[in-house]
């Protein structure tokens, strides 16, 4: 009994011991306050650095090229101005209150027993009406002015501006890549004149309204450039639009948990001139020409059939025997009538997984990436050459190409087993693959 | 007539079966699975709790492993959407809400003079069954091979990624059995303190006496209540969509994806006000007590909780502001979301008034206290901006929103819980944790915290999108994601440090003979400080009368003839010190824990084998049964702590329903 006693004093004398140790703890508090000034404000700098070196996040929101895009950094950046004015008030209140009305280490007897001493009280304020209702009218009032502005800008959004283009684009997400469906007369309910994947070529300056859709999960449409994101829901459809104030690449990432491979599921706006994009149109619109017997692109296109246009199309070329269906030769364009109409049924369930529900490749080297935007096509696209002069200029991603036909989801997530992902192909020899690279590269 | 033929063969069963006899006595492991005693069914939860918040911990820093390179490959994309799915279903269902009922069951009836929650039996239950869901949520890490089964569709769970189509194996069924588990405890659990609150409170303490924490107790037990069902409904709809093919989130079929998520964020939404308010609560009376000052603005605390609770169930659509809803319902839900900012708000400037002209003393309860207060403050903020609905098309599902979230969660609810551990932690186990661990732990974890998520919220604008696997080096997020990976690691230092702390402080006490802190370790105000520590089993020896809020306070401290504060009295000497012996609480039970087994093997019977589903249901009639037909103990017996007292079989015509 009395042994636990003395243990007792000793643990407090120990205690009391440790009177030097809060000396320690003095300065440390003096280092620590320093210490976290300095973080906070090399925090801060670090910031300032970080958004003035914007120029090397290609999705940024900070620095919008669109004219939606810039509406909301209009709206956001004023009150984002406001919030870091309050956050400065709140955290120097904190600090300010902190370094004012706290008791030394001493005085505040933080001992393992007894802990309280009887000093001076404060006054015991309980409250004070009147700045409690201060306090709730003036967010109030600031918040109500925001949300007029907010209003304002929601609604304006949605208004597309009129132009000498009528185009639509429907877009429709996939497990894991886009598809555009290009209605140049801006009726939805034919079939497109346009069918590409990953890359939304548009002209520049021009609202192009956009439909959204989605075949299998939720998916979400964002450049965060030009406009902010809009979901694709299956069964639904979605109006959006978008626009770019500058011709450029403009790079985009599904934005609505897909999946597997939803980190990789990315798209790329390219805006350019009104004349260029005529002339990319007016290739679009071409079918592609059977190459020649004889050659390595035919050779290609022998295993293309075989392999590959189950699920691709290339239009002109592919029919419907290579669907496993009648065997009638069909218009390519009923396959899309059939999986992407404007109604409910667009949605895609398992059974209509055939022809059509894989990328559309009848201009695949006008493209400046592939496998969901996840890869550059050409080694060079990124520096200044001209997106029509791709199939031309660039360089074959060669290598990157030939390991994707080879066994895509070694390359990029998929679960291909459930038929959701390009399945792998790794019964094609090299010789195969050299052929069908051939066969791909007629397709411009 | 049959009244009294069910009693004769109820007393039959008793004799015949031993088992319905009640377990007895208060010591050893066995006495903690049968306890009906809500201060230990409180420190059961916290220990669930924590335990969940390690494993919820490792996946956090598995994702931030994988993220902290361009084209990560620490794990793959597919374990990948498991680990963040079951991250954020473990710190939200089984980390966060199982802390907070932690505090509402060891501190609830302390703080309103109650011996116990209104039924103490369905309180075992709500922990067992709880713990049920959780071992049963947390097994599909594991369960056929590491993250083979693990819930892989976001804790969000959007249809139709959520279906059979998309998520083959059983990881959403153990999402939608799990959650559904954990609803009910949730959901018995806020029935029960609701009662407890209205009908238990000591003498003279009405509503507007109570401490600011049992008030946001309250208002948090009100939400789980009606946002509960709803949850429960959603899960219900999935389950059977999943295990027996109905259609109601079958597109093809015809069905809108649109209602999983209406049902998911009208419980949604809410949740994170249950999330939030205990700290709230915890950080009201911490703050007081270390500023020697009254709550400032107490009925505005109050009815800015209310208001909350209220204001809550009207902003769930901003999660769906870029789902296609239409710009009318975008424009309802942005005004209202707006306008929820201005109640909290209100709550930390009162904080902050209260520490105005106060004696702050920074224990480590205070830092945690004021460390909510600047850190929600950012939560807070980046909250409105994302109210501004046309701005939200940019943010959301970006790192901007984990960011923010972050703030709210970590910053706000667990910083403020892990306060309370530290305030409350002398009440529950008779001595304090180490302040210098405990101050060292803070500063660490709240570095950690900033270096982690304050990047994200860079991140997030600069176009890094959630939930995305890896990302390209052109995309320019390395640099930032590596400083929120070191950042998570700081954290995991300051957690283990908190671990630690609990390890050492325990061994010295126990080293030093085990000496009690005293009834009022930090001169605080409620009346939970005014019975000893760690709290007699029947919490008070006597009834308390309370005339006025902070009663405890008052009867320390008075004022001399000048108007200056003076003492009273010691807290020793108004505190109860537990001698009374002679009270009757509720013997433990054995088939609250019996019902929380069979209900988990119904669970895993549903996901696997309907004959597993069967014997849990065997189990589960079988409780209910016990559980009625127990025999009340024995009224005229004491049953204090060192009640020693048995049940004898003679007790059983005292048999009672309930």
């Known amino acids: ?73 209009a709206l956001i950046n004023p009150i984002f101005i406001v919030a870091g004015v309050i956050f400065f008030l709140v955290q ?20 393992e027993f007894g802990y309280y001493e009887d000093g001076e009280f404060p006054e015991q304020i309980h409250g004070n009406n009147r700045v409690e209702i201060g306090w709730t009218l003036v967010p109030t009032v600031l918040l109500a002015v925001i949300s007029v502005f907010t209003l304002i800008t929601l609604f304006a959004l949605d208004d597309v501006e009129a132009s000498d283009e009528d185009m639509v684009v429907t877009v429709v997400g996939q497990q894991w890549w886009w598809e555009y469906q290009y209605h140049l007369d801006g009726n939805t309910s034919t079939p497109p004149d346009i069918v590409t994947a990953n890359e939304l070529v548009i002209p520049v300056g021009v609202d192009v309204p ?92 022998q295993v293309f059939s075989q392999q590959c246009a189950s699920c691709h199309v290339v239009n002109g070329i592919t029919s419907a025997t290579n669907r496993g269906g009648s065997g009638t030769e069909a218009d390519t364009w009923d396959i899309y009538r059939e999986l992407s109409g404007n109604d409910a049924g667009a949605y895609l369930s398992q059974d209509t997984l055939v022809a059509g529900a894989a990328p559309n490749l009848t201009h695949l080297m006008t493209r400046s990436t592939f496998a969901g935007s996840w890869y550059d096509l050409y080694l060079n696209a990124d520096s200044h050459l001209n997106y029509l002069d791709l199939p ?42 050299d052929n069908l690279v051939a066969f791909m590269s007629t397709l411009d | 007539m049959s009244t009294t033929q069910g009693t004769i063969s109820a007393s039959l069963a008793t004799r015949l079966l031993g088992v319905f006899s009640r377990p007895q006595g208060s010591e050893g492991w066995k006495s903690w699975l049968f ?33 902290a390179t361009p084209n990560g490959s620490v794990i793959g994309a597919g374990t990948y959407n498991g680990v963040f ?43 067992w069954c709880f713990l049920a869901g959780g071992v049963l949520l947390t097994s599909s890490i594991f369960i056929g091979g590491w993250f083979q089964n693990v819930p892989d569709a976001g804790w969000f769970n959007y249809a139709p990624n959520s279906g059979v189509l998309f998520s083959p194996h059983k990881g959403v069924d153990f999402y939608a059995v799990g959650l559904q588990i954990t609803g009910i405890a949730s959901l018995v659990s806020a029935v029960n303190l609701i009662v407890t609150v209205l009908n238990m409170r000591a003498k003279g303490m009405s509503l507007f006496r109570m401490p600011v924490l049992t008030w946001m107790l309250l208002i948090t037990q009100f939400l789980l209540l009606f946002a509960l069902p709803v949850i429960t409904v959603a899960l219900f709809l999935l389950m059977f969509d999943r295990l027996w093919e109905s259609n109601f989130f079958n597109v093809a079929a015809g069905a809108d994806p649109l209602l999983w998520q209406h049902l998911f964020w009208i419980f949604g939404h809410p949740e994170v006000y249950i999330l939030i308010l205990p700290a709230f609560g915890i950080v009201s009376e911490i703050i007081p007590t270390f500023s020697r000052k009254p709550i400032f603005g107490y009925h505005f605390m109050v009815a800015s909780g209310i208001a909350i609770g209220f204001m809550g169930w009207g902003v769930w659509a901003h999660h769906m502001f870029t789902s296609g ?17 201005v109640p909290t708000g209100v709550k930390i400037l009162n904080w902050l008034a209260t520490m105005y002209r106060g004696r702050l003393r920074f224990t480590t309860p205070m830092l945690y206290a004021v460390g909510v207060v600047s850190m929600f403050t950012i939560g807070g903020l980046s909250g409105v901006t994302h109210a501004i609905a046309p701005s939200d098309t940019q943010q959301t599902d970006t790192y901007y929103i984990v960011a923010h979230f972050h703030y709210v969660i970590f910053g706000g609810a667990l910083l403020g819980l892990f306060g309370g551990f530290h305030f409350w932690w002398p009440k529950a186990f008779g001595y304090k944790l180490n302040e210098l661990w405990g101050k060292a732990s803070f500063w660490v974890m709240l570095i950690g915290f900033n270096f982690t998520f304050g990047p994200m919220h860079i991140l997030g604008l600069q176009g890094m999108s959630r939930r995305i696997a890896t990302y390209q080096a052109s995309e320019g997020f390395a640099f930032w994601n590596m400083v929120a990976t070191i950042g998570s690691f700081v954290i ?167």
């Open chain 2, 325 to 341: 809803m239409g710009p009318l319902s975008v424009a309802a839900f942005a005004v209202s979301t707006m306008f929820i900012a």
């Open chain 1, 1 to 73: 009994m009395g042994d636990a006693n003395k243990r007792r004093d000793v643990y407090k004398s120990n205690y009391i011991t440790k009177l030097g140790e809060r000396e320690v703890s003095r300065n440390l508090k003096a280092l620590v306050w320093l210490s976290s000034l300095l973080v906070v404000t090399g925090a801060i700098a670090l910031i300032v650095v970080a958004i003035v070196l914007d120029d090397n996040h290609p999705l940024s929101t900070l620095s919008p090229v669109g004219r939606q895009g810039r509406d909301i950094a």
């Open chain 1, 92 to 111: 120097g209140a904190v600090l300010a209150l902190w370094w004012r009305y706290r008791v030394s280490g001493s005085e505040s007897g933080d001992g």
């Open chain 2, 85 to 127: 799915t079951i991250h954020g279903v473990t710190m939200v269902f089984l980390v966060v809400m199982p802390m907070a009922a932690a505090f509402a069951n060891y501190l609830l009836p302390l703080q309103i003079g109650a011996r116990d929650v209104a039924f103490p039996r369905l309180n075992a239950f709500s922990f």
């Open chain 1, 392 to 433: 031309e200029n660039g360089i074959l991603n060669r290598v990157e190409l030939e390991k994707w036909i080879h066994n895509a989801p070694e390359r990029k997530p998929a679960a291909a087993d459930e038929l959701r992902g390009m399945p792998a192909r790794s019964s094609l020899s090299p010789q195969d693959i």
């Open chain 1, 210 to 301: 956009l439909d959204i859709k989605s075949r299998d999960v939720i998916h979400s449409f964002w450049i965060p450039k030009l406009n902010g994101k809009r979901d694709a829901v299956p069964g639904r459809a979605h109006d959006w639009v978008i626009q770019s104030e500058e011709t450029g690449r403009f790079r985009g990432q599904c934005t609505e948990f897909c999946g597997l491979a939803h980190g990789y599921m990315k798209m790329v706006a390219v805006v350019l001139t009104k004349q260029e994009f005529a002339q990319w149109r007016d290739n679009q619109i071409t079918s592609a020409d059977m190459p020649q017997e004889g050659t390595a692109a035919h050779e290609g296109w």
């Open chain 2, 35 to 67: 306890t009906v005693d809500h201060k230990r069914i409180g420190i059961m939860y916290g220990a669930a709790a924590l335990f969940f918040f390690l494993v919820g911990g490792a996946e956090a820093l598995f994702i931030r492993l994988q993220l």
């Open chain 2, 492 to 658: 995991a230092v300051g957690v283990a440090m908190f671990l630690w702390n609990v390890f050492s402080s325990t061994r010295n006490w126990r080293r030093v003979g085990r000496p009690s802190v005293g009834p009022d370790p930090w001169d605080a105000r409620g009346l939970e400080w005014m019975t000893a520590s760690p709290a007699p089993e029947h919490n008070f020896d006597s009834d308390i009368q309370v005339d006025r809020f902070d009663e405890f306070w008052h009867r320390k401290y008075g004022r001399d003839e000048k108007g200056k504060i003076v003492r009273a009295a010691r807290a020793e000497e108004i505190a109860h010190d537990g001698s009374n012996t002679n009270v009757h609480l509720p013997s433990p039970s054995y088939w609250p824990l019996v019902l929380g087994v069979g209900i988990m093997l119904v669970g895993y019977g549903l996901i696997f084998n309907l004959w597993i589903a069967a014997l849990g249901v065997v189990a589960l009639v079988g409780a209910i049964y016990g559980w009625c037909l127990e025999p009340a103990d024995d009224p005229d017996t004491a049953h204090g702590h060192d009640h020693a007292g048995r049940n004898s079989l003679e007790d059983e015509e005292a048999i009672t329903v309930g």
